[in-house]
């Protein structure tokens, strides 16, 4: 059983390396979230924000009293992080967007985060064959005749599979309640061209 | 323009994955109506996200080998700073003394703790921060 995060924290003080390694790897996923979503960073980018917020972690967590939850503090941590890699970045065109993303609350910054944990969490909850389709059209941006291809499914099914997987996916992440009025109306919806 | 557009085609024209002249149908009647809307940028959330990178796991041993660094110079700096006969070995031999923690000893570490060691007896607080954070530069 993993240990919860005060026990780790505790660990951790006492320079304890195994509860480092389960410390970075619980969290990494909401670190590299933030600077991709929250920052808008890439992914060499966000992997060195993810390495650098791993030592500022080591370097400050004597600090870090137990006052808060552990995950806030770790998202301040690296939002900090983000920030000092993009203040450290040469300004260029292609840095405008993250720049700008740095003068969002870290409250923001943080809610962007939890969505991306949130969405990823609802994926898995999903049928194989919706989480292989909507990885491949969109993390992996494949082709539909490579999609077709991988999954076994003729070419022209791909778009439907997609659409009917974003739809799963929506439900779960939704509460039933608000858009069911909507799911009923969409039953009998109209095409616009009609 | 009456009614909704079906569910399915709004998720589609989000994903950009429907014919360029049905696009601009869905588009033009997001503008009028609200819920069709609100389902739109619900998708346009989801899809962003599904085309966000994520961490790369042949990256991860890099990343781990480095905490691992940062903790064992976190170990060291903890010493350091406590006991008086441990800074004067360092003094004597920082690279040794970086390896008897297993921490690779960086030109740049070697540098920064070259100037801790030459801080004059009565510095103060300030003075010694400011070198430690060197110090985890130099990692």
């Given at each position: 059983?993993?240990?919860?995060?005060?026990?780790?924290?505790?660990?951790?003080l006492?320079?304890?390396?195994?509860a480092?390694?389960?410390l970075?790897?619980?969290?990494?996923?909401?670190?590299?979230?933030?600077?991709?979503?929250?920052?808008?960073?890439?992914?060499?980018?966000?992997?060195?924000?993810?390495?650098?917020?791993?030592?500022?972690?080591?370097?400050?967590?004597?600090?870090y009293?137990?006052?808060?939850p552990?995950r806030?503090?770790?998202?301040?941590?690296?939002?900090?992080?983000?920030?000092?890699?993009?203040?450290?970045?040469?300004p260029t065109?292609?840095?405008?967007t993250?720049?700008?993303?740095?003068?969002?609350?870290?409250?923001?910054?943080?809610?962007?985060?939890?969505?991306?944990?949130?969405?990823?969490?609802?994926?898995?909850r999903?049928?194989?064959?919706?989480?292989?389709?909507?990885?491949?059209?969109f993390?992996?941006?494949?082709?539909?005749?490579?999609?077709?291809?991988a999954?076994?499914?003729?070419?022209?099914?791909?778009?439907?599979?997609?659409?009917?997987?974003?739809?799963?996916?929506?439900?779960?992440?939704?509460?039933?309640?608000?858009?069911?009025?909507?799911?009923?109306?969409?039953?009998?919806?109209?095409?616009?061209?009609? | 323009?009456?009614?909704?557009?079906?569910?399915?085609?709004?998720?589609?024209?989000?994903?950009?994955?429907?014919?360029?002249?049905?696009?601009?149908?869905?588009?033009?009647?997001?503008?009028?109506?609200?819920q069709?809307?609100?389902?739109?940028?619900?998708?346009?959330?989801?899809?962003?996200?599904?085309?966000?990178p994520?961490?790369?796991?042949?990256?991860?041993?890099?990343?781990?080998?480095?905490l691992?660094?940062?903790?064992?110079?976190?170990?060291?700096?903890?010493?350091?700073?406590?006991?008086?006969?441990w800074?004067?070995?360092?003094?004597?031999?920082?690279?040794s003394?970086?390896?008897?923690?297993?921490?690779?000893?960086?030109?740049?570490?070697?540098a920064a703790?070259?100037?801790?060691?030459?801080?004059?007896?009565?510095?103060?607080?300030?003075?010694?921060?400011?070198?430690?954070?060197?110090?985890?530069?130099?990692?």
């Amino acid at each position: 059983m993993e240990p919860a995060d005060d026990t780790l924290v505790q660990r951790c003080l006492a320079h304890d390396e195994e509860a480092w390694a389960i410390l970075l790897d619980r969290y990494a996923g909401y670190i590299y979230a933030i600077a991709t979503r929250g920052f808008r960073l890439g992914p060499q980018e966000a992997e060195e924000v993810l390495q650098e917020t791993a030592l500022s972690l080591v370097q400050h967590l004597p600090s870090y009293r137990g006052r808060g939850p552990l995950r806030a503090w770790i998202g301040a941590v690296a939002a900090n992080a983000a920030r000092q890699y993009l203040r450290r970045r040469r300004p260029t065109r292609e840095v405008l967007t993250p720049i700008e993303a740095a003068d969002l609350p870290d409250e923001t910054i943080l809610e962007r985060a939890e969505e991306v944990l949130t969405v990823q969490a609802a994926l898995q909850r999903l049928p194989e064959e919706c989480r292989m389709v909507l990885e491949q059209a969109f993390h992996q941006q494949r082709q539909y005749a490579e999609i077709a291809s991988a999954l076994g499914i003729p070419q022209g099914t791909v778009a439907s599979r997609i659409a009917r997987c974003l739809l799963r996916l929506r439900r779960l992440l939704e509460p039933e309640e608000e858009i069911s009025p909507r799911r009923e109306e969409n039953r009998s919806g109209r095409h616009l061209k009609e | 323009m009456e009614g909704h557009v079906p569910e399915e085609d709004i998720a589609l024209a989000v994903a950009g994955v429907i014919p360029p002249a049905e696009a601009v149908n869905i588009e033009a009647h997001l503008t009028a109506c609200a819920q069709c809307a609100q389902a739109a940028a619900f998708y346009r959330g989801i899809v962003e996200v599904l085309r966000l990178p994520r961490p790369v796991d042949q990256t991860r041993p890099a990343i781990h080998d480095r905490l691992r660094q940062g903790v064992r110079l976190r170990r060291f700096l903890d010493r350091l700073l406590t006991e008086p006969g441990w800074l004067a070995e360092v003094r004597r031999d920082p690279r040794s003394a970086l390896e008897r923690f297993q921490i690779q000893p960086t030109p740049q570490l070697v540098a920064a703790l070259a100037e801790i060691g030459d801080l004059p007896q009565e510095h103060d607080g300030s003075q010694i921060d400011e070198r430690v954070n060197k110090l985890w530069l130099g990692l």
